[in-house]
């Protein structure tokens, strides 16, 4: 029995299959691995296919970097697989990693992994097969807004409602809770990564100036905003003129870029209306007291909380450790699964 447990347990991981960031959590251990989720490929000798050169922190200090031969990919779009075959190697390359630090046994691992809740049977599949193509044993599905808001600490098993909204790279997801189980589930392919691109457009069409993708996520981490009262100033910025091709610098302001994002932060207000429109109303009156929590590294844009308190009325929170709450509940629900706990996603 005690072989039995120590099995199950030490050769069980959860992991949050992010758009931008794979997370790694294992029973009693918490969360050993965190990274980006990309992926270095290189014309192999016959020129015929692609070897996998770098995977994690070493693909991403590549991007935009490469020369002809090599690029760099992100296998994940809008929280689901955009190419199978690399996503599995992902995988893999992850599982050999934290088993190199003799954390996981030799028996191949119980995985649960989350899948935004807009996502079809065909993706959600997809993502079962690449795991179990990647060597694990089992694989148990959750969805994302449930895991996010068992990783945010909110009531899940109480009968008053909560609602979380986690913004990722590729999805925002809006779930609002109930007695273990979701009562309403939405997900919008909105999030981190099309605020980068509107950002890059933006740059392009004001100024001229060709940005890459990691310059325009650094442009939104360090001056991007939702409202005026968190500008923060302004950024020096480098790229290619797209007049004559030369390397030039400009200065852009919190506040240009804060109007830039004004659409597609509208587009996860709607849907955060939408949800309370569409939940029963006696649970969306209990939003009145539990507000709404923001998850996922989205959720650290300066002012997301102010634009959604002023758009809802509701009190709205950032959860602690944001960019870990998604695994962090998928680990809780990792740790249940011999308990029968309802949140994960059994038929799917
Ligand atoms: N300080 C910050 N300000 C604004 N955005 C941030 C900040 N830090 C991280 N992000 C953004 O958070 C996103 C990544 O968040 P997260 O790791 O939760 O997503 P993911 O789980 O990989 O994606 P998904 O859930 O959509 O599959 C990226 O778009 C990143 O640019």
Do not use: W
């Not at 050169?53 to 689901?80: C, F, H, S, Y």
């Amino acid at each position: 029995m005690f072989k039995k447990l120590l099995g199950f347990f030490s050769s069980s991981i959860a992991i949050d299959l992010g758009t931008a960031n794979t997370l790694v959590y294992m029973h009693g251990k918490g969360i050993i691995l965190d990274e980006p989720s990309m992926v270095a490929l290189a014309v192999d000798k016959s020129g015929m296919g692609k070897k996998i050169l770098a995977v994690g922190q070493e693909a991403k200090v590549m991007l935009g970097k490469t020369p002809g031969q090599i690029e760099v990919v992100r296998p994940m779009k809008d929280g689901v697989i955009a190419d199978f075959n690399v996503t599995e190697q992902m995988i893999k390359y992850f599982i050999k990693k934290v088993s190199a630090q003799k954390i996981l046994m030799s028996v191949p691992p119980t995985i649960v992994i989350c899948v935004p809740c807009g996502s079809t049977q065909v993706e959600r599949r997809a993502i079962k097969d690449a795991a179990l193509a990647a060597g694990a044993r089992r694989v148990e599905l959750i969805e994302e807004a449930m895991a996010a808001a068992i990783g945010a600490g909110l009531p899940v098993e109480s009968p008053r409602a909560s609602m979380v909204v986690d913004i990722g790279g590729g999805t925002t997801e809006v779930g609002v809770i109930s007695l273990g189980g979701l009562v309403y589930a939405n997900s919008i392919r909105v999030a981190g990564d099309r605020l980068d691109e509107v950002i890059s457009n933006h740059i392009r069409a004001r100024h001229g100036l060709l940005i890459g993708e990691a310059t325009a996520e650094e442009i939104k981490k360090q001056i991007g905003s939702a409202h005026p009262d968190t500008d923060n100033g302004e950024m020096e910025i480098r790229g290619r003129s797209v007049y004559d091709g030369l390397p030039k610098k400009i200065i852009v302001t919190s506040s240009e870029i804060r109007e830039a994002l004004h659409d597609a932060l509208d587009q996860m207000v709607s849907a955060v209306k939408q949800a309370l429109e569409l939940t029963p109303p006696e649970l969306a009156a209990d939003m009145i007291d539990s507000g709404i929590v923001l998850t996922g590294g989205g959720a650290l844009l300066r002012g997301l909380d102010i634009l959604f308190t002023e758009t809802t009325q509701l009190k709205v929170v950032v959860a602690d450790e944001p960019l870990l709450c998604v695994a962090k509940g998928c680990g809780m629900a990792l740790d249940h699964l011999s308990d029968q706990r309802v949140y994960l996603n059994r038929n799917k």
